[in-house]
């Protein structure tokens, strides 16, 4: 019994280790996307502002679909495996994202022009699309250099080199708004800049993968994967309509600034949704590789309580704070404040409820998953098309959520009644029967 607690004692240790480090580099990461939207705010018209806005959410939504679902089918086939093998099954994994990815961006990039004109009703927004088609080539590869370290549990240097990314960003920004006139472009280099640091600081990761024979994986279930990482598209993609949502309505119904103003207030959120991303970014494998209905109990209850916890303590410090982080917003954007208190809100379910969804994956329903994304993509894109002819940024933000919180809740009920309920034996994953969906 003395071992067992001492067991689990390091576990969760190991666990706090690693969401505290991802925690420090998502920190470095929101102090640079508050103070680049800060900056903006002050030194671009709204227009021009506006332009920037759907750039971020482009890059945004772009590098999601760019994904395919090859990041979390990465790390559910990667952490079963050791050495060569590991090596070999990311770098199958890293080819086949290349393929995809410079196939949809090509295919973007080349439809720019009228997707700018009949989709958002707004055709100065065309280099801003082809800009962000670019960023989300080179940001793939750099979240694809994330995810090796996740696999390898090595947060440390994964948070240390995203701060430095981070700093570099803002850097490169200011200092050059401060020599030339800030534009679109000068925000589209440093992204560049900063992501390309990444990948050049484990390129050695990229060459060990690439270089290993085929065989090196040794024979790997196909048909599983396919059907594995067919459901995560397609979940990546109904999030990535969800994202894109605000940028479409608010660009072609919603006044002028309205876009920059629903980003600005996206942008203060930064601290709580890339605490998020940081619990995500453990918590995910951890619960992939767990194949144990004790494991799992364990896991379900005392992630959910430490995160009501957390949620209950910084909903209102947030709520009645906001002020004081709007205060460096310029005047125009006020409205951006009301944005990120409900935002926040919605960040903070998925921080409740992501992680425990999480073990939907391990017990082979990600199609679960994915019929709670399309839910909750629906009800928002659905209700918010509707809401009135000239949107506000808080109206939208208020929609989104309403159908997020039901729908999260539903799914969180639904799997703990699974990890909760009648004992049943999850087969390990050379047990695991062809998938035929």
Request: hydrophobic residues 55%.
């Amino acid at each position: 019994m003395k071992w067992k607690s001492l067991n689990k004692i390091a576990a969760v240790w190991h666990l706090m280790g690693g969401i505290a480090w991802m925690a420090s580099s998502q920190a470095a990461t929101s102090v640079a996307r508050y103070l680049v939207f800060l900056l903006l705010s002050w030194r671009l018209r709204p227009q021009l502002l506006d332009q920037a806005a759907l750039y971020v959410a482009s890059t945004a939504v772009l590098g999601s679909i760019c994904d395919l679902g090859v990041n979390v089918s990465c790390l559910r086939f990667s952490t079963v495996r050791t050495g060569r093998a590991r090596m070999g099954v990311e770098g199958r994994f890293l080819r086949l994202r290349t393929v995809l990815a410079v196939g949809l961006l090509a295919t973007v990039f080349a439809a720019a022009e009228p997707v700018a004109k009949t989709l958002l009703h707004r055709p100065d927004f065309t280099g801003a699309l082809r800009m962000a088609c670019l960023t989300a080539l080179v940001s793939s590869y750099s979240s694809f250099t994330l995810v090796l370290l996740q696999a390898r549990s090595r947060f440390g240097r994964l948070a240390r080199v995203s701060i430095v990314s981070a700093l570099v960003q803002l850097v490169f920004l200011a200092g050059s708004s401060a020599v030339f006139q800030l534009s679109l472009t000068t925000l589209f280099l440093s992204d560049l800049t900063g992501k390309l640091i990444i990948i050049l600081a484990h390129w050695r990761y990229f060459k060990a993968s690439i270089t290993l024979r085929f065989g090196a994986a040794g024979r790997l279930p196909l048909r599983e994967i396919a059907g594995f990482s067919q459901w995560i598209f397609i979940s990546t993609a109904i999030g990535a309509l969800q994202n894109y949502t605000p940028a479409i309505l608010l660009s072609r119904n919603g006044a002028v600034g309205e876009l920059a103003t629903y980003n600005i207030g996206l942008a203060l959120t930064g601290a709580v949704s890339l605490l998020l991303a940081a619990i995500m970014s453990v918590t995910m494998p951890e619960a992939l590789k767990i194949n144990d209905t004790g494991q799992r109990k364990r896991y379900a209850g005392g992630i959910l309580l430490a995160t009501l916890c957390f949620a209950a303590i910084a909903a209102p410090v947030v709520w009645f704070g906001a002020p004081a982080a709007g205060r460096l917003i310029s005047p125009r954007f006020a409205n951006a404040v009301d944005v990120f208190r409900l935002l926040t809100l919605s960040q903070l379910v998925l921080m409740v409820s992501n992680p425990v969804q999480f073990l939907l994956y391990g017990l082979n329903r990600v199609k679960l998953c994915t019929i709670g994304d399309l839910a909750i993509a629906g009800g928002f894109f659905g209700v918010a098309a509707v809401l009135r002819s000239s949107p506000r940024a808080v109206d939208i933000a208020w929609v989104l959520l309403a159908v997020q919180s039901l729908v999260k809740a539903g799914i969180v009920v639904y799997t703990l009644r699974l990890v909760f309920g009648p004992v049943t034996r999850t087969p390990a994953l050379s047990e695991v029967p062809q998938p035929n969906y």
